[in-house]
């Protein structure tokens, strides 16, 4: 009370065949009308109990209080679900992909959330009997809606990664969060039924350590197609290759077709398709050639050792000079150097970046460069080398054999 505790005061007095028994005293009984007075419904409750018959109940809950909690979880779910649509519109639009995914996040288990977790505190305040209070320490239909509420994060989630990731042109790692929000969702959904195995007084430790036996079975089984698929998670999170994209990998040139759980299909350039495993695949040095802002010009001339010193000088400073003029050409660096003396030709090397990233573009700015560094070495009176072999006889001149 709120003047401090009551006692209940006991008192044995002798039953009519001379037996004495326990029972409550005079003095408290005089109490129980300002107890019942504390802790008694309010009227309109009061009103509600008289509408049913005292010995109706189920689930250790008596009727007028089933019909109170009805009432109350219809306007609450009115109520939230009005806010929950309130708030669908503040974070999104109509108009927005993702609209569906937060309407149904903030309108769906939210709003059960909510309903239940204001029963909980209505009924407690109502009273419940003690098999009603067994089955609400199980928290199931708390439990439910959690993993409700836990599912619709993760669509959302999905979906707007999965809107980014095709934005940045990236559809096979947009493909990849299908499967693995399902494996997270099936995560939530064990957990969930552990936490309520452990509610109603299972023991989990038991339950735990089968599952411990039997995931390390599957594991062993699902090995390789669980390296793969790991492997598919490298690939996409660090973006190494995406769909489409040139690479080159051992002795494979080719495009990416496709992306998936198990393997990565690669077109090559005689048009044969390659699948490589996903844990081997990712963890290959792979050149991207799509990723390059420029290509690379970089031919050997090979000319023959009777070609005159001043003769090399001028086709190096009018390659160079070519290269220069030419606007595909970036203007840095360019390099057009005698560098070396092979077995059977004078070698000079041209370093230069053509102004593309396309490969079959580059292959048109490479014929344009080396027919007129073929037009340059023939207007200079000098040769390309064939390979071969010199013999000298002496007192005869030198003679070449190819």
Aim: proline share 4%.
């Amino acid at each position: 009370m709120p003047d401090g505790d009551v006692p209940i005061l006991m008192q044995r007095v002798p039953r009519g065949d001379g037996v004495e028994i326990w029972k409550i005293s005079n003095r408290s009984v005089a109490q129980i009308p300002e107890l019942y007075d504390e802790y008694s419904y309010s009227a309109p409750v009061e009103t509600v109990r008289g509408w049913f018959p005292e010995d109706a109940s189920f689930l250790g809950i008596e009727a007028f209080k089933w019909f109170i909690i009805a009432v109350v979880a219809v306007i609450s779910w009115l109520v939230y679900f009005l806010v929950g649509f309130i708030l669908t519109r503040l974070f999104s639009s109509p108009a927005n992909d993702n609209y569906p995914y937060v309407k149904k996040l903030f309108t769906g288990p939210l709003v059960l959330l909510a309903v239940l977790v204001t029963i909980g505190f209505v009924l407690r305040d109502l009273g419940a009997g003690a098999y009603a209070r067994d089955l609400m320490n199980t928290h199931t239909l708390i439990t439910l809606a959690i993993v409700w509420l836990s599912w619709a994060l993760l669509d959302l989630y999905k979906r707007i990664k999965q809107a980014r990731l095709i934005a940045d042109k990236r559809p096979g790692a947009a493909k990849l969060f299908q499967p693995m929000t399902t494996l997270v969702k099936i995560v939530v959904v064990i957990f969930g039924f552990l936490f309520w195995l452990n509610n109603i007084g299972v023991n989990i430790t038991t339950v735990l350590a089968g599952l411990g036996v039997g995931g390390l079975a599957v594991a062993l089984a699902l090995q390789k197609p669980l390296e793969d698929m790991m492997g598919a998670l490298t690939i996409f999170s660090q973006g190494t290759v995406r769909v489409g994209d040139l690479c080159r990998f051992g002795g494979t040139i080719g495009s990416v077709e496709d992306i998936g759980l198990r393997t990565t299909r690669v077109r090559t350039l005689v048009n044969s398709v390659v699948s490589v495993p996903n844990s081997q695949f990712a963890y290959m040095e792979i050149d991207n050639l799509t990723l390059r802002e420029k290509i690379r010009y970089w031919p050997t001339l090979r000319l023959r050792y009777d070609t005159r010193c001043e003769t090399i000088r001028s086709v190096c400073e009018r390659i160079r000079a070519m290269l220069v003029d030419d606007e595909n050409v970036y203007e840095e660096p360019i390099r057009v150097r005698f560098t070396n003396f092979d077995d059977d030709a004078i070698l000079i090397k041209v370093h230069a970046f053509l102004r593309t990233a396309d490969y079959a573009t580059s292959l048109v700015y490479r014929e344009r460069l080396n027919l007129g560094i073929m037009a340059i070495v023939e207007e200079e009176g000098a040769h390309f080398a064939l390979p071969g072999r010199s013999i000298y006889q002496e007192g005869e001149p030198a003679s070449a054999e190819s």
